[in-house]
Every structure is written in structure tokens, then in C-alpha cells.
């Protein structure tokens, strides 16, 4: 069997709220307040909210597919890892949190493997900048989201991202 492709890019946000303040919503649960399009269903949780070992699916967002995600690093208030499964695709999403000012400093990493072809051909169309592509509209309504305390409709979040 040959060895698959990988793509591994990271993309780094100040928000305007501390580490202990911004974690508690980086989960699927919580990711509802916060993200409009968000959907998935929880498969297993003892608190009902991100936890080690948690497993939940996620709907299709894009070509990628629904997704199984496991929380396979939990360390409040500085770092949660999910690992995300799809027929294609292995993806480990790392999401670090650092006090910067007057608020934190949010650096998501993606580690992109493929699994077969298909999986090559998408990891073929990544590069350095796929992490921001994909996280930047969503780290802009966190953003506007620990400001406001409303969320932020995912068309704004997006034209915002364009501009930026």
C-alpha cells in the first residue's frame, strides 16, 4: 500500500477573551451558541459537554462528509485536540489557547492525512494557508461572540473574513 499524502497548517487569532473564558466553547455543545451553521450529534459524553473521550458526529459542512470526532487531548484552559474521522480523511484539529493582552491567543493546527485516493486528492488541493481558510470565518464569530454575547449570522463572519 503506498504511503498517503499529509498537510499539516496552522492559522493563529487574537480574541478578545482569556483562555479560561474562551475554552468552555471550543465544544460541540457550546459550539452552538457561537457558530450558526454548526451540527452534530452526540454520541458519548459523561458532563454532556467536551470531556476526554468524548465522541460526537458531525454533519457535512463541505466535501469532506460527516465526521466522527473524538477528544483525544483535554487540557483546560490551554489546549483541546480532536481527532475527526471521515471515509477519506483522518484530521487531528489541535486548539491552543495563550493569555495575550487583553484576551487570548487562539492557534488552531490541522493535521490532514488521507486514507485513499479520494483523501489524496483533497489533501492535493491543501496548503499553507488551508487552516485559515477553514477556521477564519469561525474564529471571527468566537471573536464577535465573546464580545457581543450574540452570534454572528456565518454570511457576515464570512465577508468580514474576505476583507481581513
Do not use: N
Not at 476526554?52 to 469532506?64: L, Q, R, Y
Request: proline residues 7%.
Amino acid at each position: 500500500m503506498p504511503q498517503r499524502k499529509r498537510s499539516i497548517s496552522s492559522y493563529a487569532r487574537h480574541i478578545a477573551a482569556s483562555p479560561e473564558r474562551a475554552f468552555p466553547l471550543l465544544c460541540p455543545i457550546r459550539e452552538y451558541e457561537w457558530i450558526e451553521r454548526w451540527r452534530c450529534d452526540l454520541v458519548y459524553s459523561d458532563s454532556g459537554v467536551a470531556e476526554p473521550d468524548c465522541v460526537f458526529v458531525a454533519a457535512p459542512i463541505d466535501e469532506i462528509g460527516p465526521e466522527t470526532w473524538v477528544c483525544s487531548r483535554y487540557e483546560p484552559p490551554a489546549r483541546i485536540d480532536y481527532v475527526r474521522v471521515s471515509p477519506h480523511l483522518v484530521i487531528r484539529t489541535e486548539l491552543r489557547l495563550a493569555p495575550a493582552g487583553a484576551g487570548a491567543q487562539l492557534t488552531v493546527t490541522l493535521v490532514i492525512t488521507s486514507l485513499d485516493e479520494a483523501g489524496d486528492a483533497f489533501v492535493g488541493r491543501c496548503d499553507s494557508g488551508t487552516c485559515e481558510e477553514r477556521f477564519k470565518a469561525a474564529l471571527i464569530m468566537l471573536d464577535h461572540f465573546v464580545r457581543t454575547g450574540a452570534l454572528l449570522p456565518a454570511r457576515e463572519a464570512a465577508r468580514q473574513a474576505a476583507q481581513a
